[in-house]
């Protein structure tokens, strides 16, 4: 089986521009979740998808929005990027069930605001 | 309050000797689990044991063991015979809720950064 891919792997953006992340989710997930790793700390919650809509959410301003389509795969989009939004991008796939129903990460994309 | 709390910024430790990395977790939740990752350099995040609230053992995967201590909310990652390539940086992480609901929001530690030395 697959596991979970993100691209691009690195993006450099200007403050004030847009940004759309993508994540390919690990093959009978049907669960994605985003995650913000800024330098020297641990992965914060942005967002989670199921079944294509949005049900649950982070501390974060609306300007980081997603999607997710019906092959499970998704989208994270940033718009009027901050010098602060700089951070690795984590995507993990999930499928709801009891007990340890362990997430898979992908690698991530590193974005760097300037 | 933090969520999850991992004290130790950095860890050293002498290859094939074994290392515990601490984390403790604040929750009124009784339904959770506590999970442990290992990240190296590249980024991704390896999922390394799971441990939920109610689960009578302590959990085991291979060379790592969850010294899970639920009256004094920690859950303590031991790793037996280091390796070099145990070097990464470790978080331990927490699901809050009962795990056949909606919202799976992992909340992370800070982190702890392990060297293995030769």
């Known amino acids: 089986e697959t596991g979970v891919t993100q691209s691009p792997t690195h993006l450099i953006k200007t403050r004030g521009q847009q940004v759309t992340l993508r994540c390919s989710s690990q093959?009978?997930?049907?669960?994605v979740s985003w995650y913000q790793q800024a330098l020297g700390q641990g992965p914060q919650f942005i967002f989670q998808?199921?079944?294509?809509?949005?049900?649950g959410r982070g501390n974060f301003p609306p300007r980081f929005s997603g999607l997710q389509f019906p092959n499970y795969s998704s989208e994270l989009n940033v718009n009027a990027l901050e010098l602060d939004d700089s951070a690795l991008y984590l995507c993990?796939?999930?499928?709801?069930?009891?007990?340890?129903?362990?997430?898979?990460f992908g690698s991530g994309t590193r974005l760097t605001v300037v | 309050a933090q969520k999850i709390t991992q004290t130790q910024p950095g860890m050293f430790v002498q290859e094939k000797e074994a290392v515990t990395l601490d984390c403790t977790y604040d929750?009124?939740?009784?339904?959770?689990?506590l999970f442990w990752y290992k990240q190296p350099s590249s980024g991704e995040m390896i999922f390394l044991i799971y441990?939920?609230?109610?689960?009578?053992q302590n959990a085991t995967e291979g060379r790592y063991s969850l010294n899970f201590q639920k009256a004094r909310k920690s859950a303590n990652l031991v790793i037996s015979a280091s390796q070099l390539g145990d070097s990464a940086m470790y978080f331990c992480?927490?699901?809050?809720?009962?795990?056949?609901?909606?919202?799976?929001?992992?909340?992370f530690g800070k982190g702890t950064l392990l060297t293995v030395n030769p």
């Open positions: 998808y199921y079944r294509e809509e949005e049900n």
């Open positions: 992480a927490m699901r809050e809720g009962n795990s056949g609901g909606s919202n799976y929001k992992l909340t």
């Open positions: 929750t009124s939740d009784p339904s959770y689990g």
């Open positions: 441990q939920g609230s109610y689960d009578q």
């Open positions: 093959s009978g997930h049907n669960t």
């Open positions: 993990a796939s999930s499928i709801p069930r009891g007990g340890d129903y362990g997430y898979t």
